[in-house]
């Protein structure tokens, strides 16, 4: 069976040539403060999108991740491509600056049933041409925190997009779907993330998840909410493979001491 | 605890919010802390040597423990500082309503809280609406649930499906004063906390 692989290497400063797989990243802003590796994200990005009120924070927050540099400067540099969503959160003044500059903006407030970073992810998938999906990777950035139900609802579009690779991320952790029936390889690049990290049988109990890398591996063990669920174990060296009859969540945690600039 | 009474003097703050017991492996907990408190009277229980269980299940257990059965219909456990940090810890914690689930916990953050509504009960929620809501979910945990039926909310759910990777109830708004929920399935609750709240008693 094929291997799916997996790697953070989008904390990294540069994506080093040897660091499989070879991905295209799209980049979504939600509406939570931005974690400070977001410039990061941003350089490795080809696409940029604000969900609503993702925008403001943008606007207001990336100066502050550059404290030497003009704020002007800072807001011109880092404009999205796309800031989509029912806008209701996004303020005025902040899409009046980011269409001079040349943003797309499209208002889906018509849809009252999915969420805006739903509509960002139908949007992305939407404008990636069938044979490039493959390589598609898109980066949530202020995915946790906040109100739970946005959480839960965040974590529902990974259901949602079971073939599309999406990583939630925030300043303490990543969250991504590990599908079922798979052979899954986490790279765990040591420098940025770990060693903290979980599966979590998300969405119905699991039956059978077997581990290796892990402090407590796992061996054709049975997961479940009231039962077993593995949180806080540890990765313990540069690869954790992970094989289950059921969809999981992986995560992991993001060092702290990290270089937020690119 | 001392910064959110700025105006009065820390020492006498300190003095005033003394935990009855610490409890949990003590690997995060600072030596001059567990001092103190010790000094106060505070009981130092150290479940270092169990390893399969979070420090809030250790809590819980204890908390359950120390509850005479004839009382624990009448037990409520708060828990302050549930959410947000590691997505596992936040995990952890749901996992622990999970696992006790004849036992009212409620996770709570500055944000919002979430407890347990155990399946196959008539659910009845009183919406205060000077401290919490109006924005609320309700989430099927551990699996999916093939019917649940709800009143007072914005979508009410009419013997509805939900399941992660189909319909979740997330940013649901909370209409009026009561919220009514039965499901075939574990849901978890959560309603917003408002902002404007005075947050001294």
């Not at chain 1, 400067?73 to 969503?85: C, F, L, Q, S």
């Not at chain 1, 980066?139 to 073939?163: P, Q, S, T």
Request: net charge negative.
């Amino acid at each position: 069976m094929e291997v799916v692989h997996h790697s953070s290497a989008f904390l990294l400063p540069s994506v080093a040539p040897d660091h499989r797989p070879s991905l295209n990243y799209a980049l979504i802003v939600l509406n939570q403060r931005l974690p400070r590796f977001t410039p990061l994200l941003w350089q490795h990005a080809q696409l940029r999108l604000c969900a609503d009120g993702g925008a403001n924070r943008v606007f207001d927050e990336m100066p502050g991740l550059f404290p030497h540099e003009d704020a002007v400067a800072v807001r011109n540099r880092y404009k999205p491509d796309v800031i989509k969503g029912d806008m209701d959160s996004v303020r005025t003044d902040v899409v009046d600056f980011y269409i001079k500059l040349g943003t797309k903006v499209v208002d889906a407030s018509h849809d009252q049933d999915t969420t805006d970073l739903h509509k960002c992810v139908s949007f992305i998938c939407d404008f990636t041409p069938d044979l490039e999906k493959s390589k598609l990777c898109i980066l949530v950035a202020g995915a946790l925190g906040g109100r739970f139900d946005h959480e839960v609802g965040n974590i529902n579009v990974l259901c949602r997009f079971k073939d599309t690779r999406i990583i939630l991320i925030s300043d303490d952790c990543l969250i991504h779907l590990l599908p079922k029936a798979q052979n899954h390889e986490i790279h765990v690049l040591s420098s940025v993330v770990g060693p903290h990290c979980g599966l979590i049988p998300i969405g119905m109990p699991s039956r059978s998840t077997t581990t290796t890398g892990l402090q407590w591996d796992l061996s054709d063990t049975e997961m479940k909410f009231g039962g077993l669920v593995s949180t806080s174990n540890i990765a313990k060296g540069e690869t954790v493979t992970v094989h289950s009859d059921s969809d999981l969540l992986w995560t992991i945690s993001i060092k702290k001491s990290q270089d937020s600039s690119p | 605890m001392p910064g959110l009474f700025p105006h009065e003097d820390a020492v006498a703050v300190r003095n005033r919010y003394k935990p009855d017991v610490i409890k949990g492996d003590m690997d995060s907990v600072r030596t001059d802390v567990v001092d103190f408190y010790i000094k106060l009277g505070t009981k130092v229980v150290d479940a270092s040597h169990d390893q399969d269980t979070t420090d809030l299940h250790k809590c819980v257990s204890f908390i359950c423990d120390f509850t005479p059965d004839l009382e624990k219909s009448k037990l409520c456990i708060l828990v302050a500082g549930a959410l947000g940090g590691r997505f596992d810890h936040e995990v952890g914690n749901i996992n622990v309503l999970c696992r006790f689930k004849d036992t009212r916990i409620i996770l709570i953050s500055d944000d919002c809280l979430i407890h347990l509504l155990p399946k196959a009960q008539n659910h009845e929620i009183h919406v205060l609406s000077s401290v919490v809501g109006p924005h609320c979910g309700l989430i099927p945990i551990g699996m999916p649930s093939r019917s649940t039926t709800t009143t007072g909310l914005q979508w009410d759910l009419s013997d509805t499906e939900m399941k992660f990777g189909g319909l979740v109830s997330t940013s649901n708004i909370a209409k009026g004063e009561t919220v009514t929920v039965h499901s075939d399935s574990d849901l978890l609750w959560t309603i917003s906390i408002k902002k404007s709240q005075d947050s001294s008693p």
